[in-house]
């Protein structure tokens, strides 16, 4: 007998009440619903269920069991869980969006094998890390590492999306940052790293340029604000352009975007960690 499919059986009876609305639940149909129900009965030599016209009530018996058989069901889903995560990828990396997706390609390539990347803010990748849920994360720097083991600070060049039609996008060359006074900039949300995010805006300030924010989770949603106009952006990613959009270098001094890779105690395959290093590395400013 197929004990764990008959106790399915049981608890959709108990919780519903009712034959025909359990059989429904669990998309079979009603006699061989019965039927495993009473297999279930012989094999454990009690009755669980009080069968009438009105529907199916637990007796004495089924309500005494009907949490034992939750906690195996709910088990043997821990158990396929536990699987599962050992079928998967052996190393679960993850990635702020800001990250450009050449370099989360070039991370992939040079582990040995396969990594599960997983995209998503610094505060999320941290959280996640200080759980567990992943072995070595990409985040924005500064950030509030805790307890956790980084490596070095990564600087990698930015370039200025500008709205085609703006004053500063017309004239080539570099942009001085005042000259963009009144557009604000698209950029993640605090939440995502509230560090960074504020010595972002202090910088551009000390540069002469005072400005408020758009929220734009990631570099696409940054492209459409600066597309249609509504904002300037700062981006990582050499490739990212579209329509209407030009692309700019920053005078004077550049503002490189700052990542730092982070991990948990002692952390991932060393060999696996050093493959991250070494793709930001190839990207940073020289």
Same mark, same amino acid.
């Given at each position: 007998? /197929? ?33 495993? *129900? ?9 009755? &669980? ?16 069991? @009907? ?13 396929? =869980? ?7 990828? %052996?190393? =679960?990396? !993850? ?6 997706? =050449?370099?989360?390609? $070039? ?14 803010? %610094? ?5 996640? *890390?200080?759980?567990?849920? @992943?072995?070595? $994360?990409?985040?924005?720097? +500064? ?6 083991? %980084? ?29 963009? =006074?009144? &557009? +604000?900039?698209?950029?993640? +949300? ?28 990631? /570099? ?8 249609? !106009?509504? $904002?300037?952006? @700062?981006?990582?990613?050499?490739? &990212?352009? $579209?329509? !209407? ?6 005078? !004077?001094?550049? *503002? ?17 960690? /050093?493959?991250?290093?070494?793709? @930001? ?6």
């Amino acid at each position: 007998m /197929d004990l764990l499919r008959h106790l399915e059986f049981f608890v959709a009876i108990a919780e519903e009440e009712h034959f025909g609305h359990a059989a429904a639940r669990l998309g079979i149909a009603q006699p061989p619903l019965s039927q495993g *129900l009473q297999r279930l009965e012989r094999a454990l030599g009690v009755v &669980l269920v009080d069968r009438s016209s009105r529907g199916a009530r637990l007796n004495a018996a089924g309500r005494d069991l @009907l949490p034992r058989a939750r906690d195996l069901l709910e088990g043997a889903e821990d158990l396929r =869980r536990a699987a599962s995560a050992h079928g998967a990828a %052996s190393v =679960r990396i !993850g990635a702020v969006p800001q990250l450009p997706i =050449r370099t989360v390609a $070039a991370i992939a390539t040079a582990c040995s094998d396969p990594p599960e990347v997983v995209t998503t803010s %610094s505060t999320e990748l941290l959280d996640a *890390l200080s759980a567990g849920r @992943l072995d070595l $994360a990409v985040v924005v720097h +500064p950030a509030l590492l805790g307890t956790l083991q %980084s490596g070095p600070v990564h600087r990698l060049p930015t370039a200025l999306l500008l709205p085609g039609n703006h004053p500063a996008a017309v004239a080539p060359g570099p942009v001085i940052l005042r000259s963009l =006074r009144g &557009l +604000p900039l698209a950029a993640p +949300p605090r939440a995502h790293g509230s560090a960074a995010h504020d010595l972002l805006l202090d910088t551009l300030e000390q540069r002469g340029l005072v400005t408020t924010t758009v929220s734009a989770p990631d /570099d696409r949603a940054a492209l459409v604000l600066v597309a249609t !106009g509504r $904002a300037f952006a @700062l981006t990582a990613d050499p490739d &990212l352009g $579209a329509p !209407g959009v030009v692309r700019r270098t920053v005078a !004077g001094e550049p *503002l490189p975007l700052r990542l730092r890779v982070a991990w948990r105690g002692a952390g991932p395959d060393p060999a696996v960690r /050093d493959a991250v290093l070494d793709a @930001l590395d190839h990207e940073q400013v020289p």
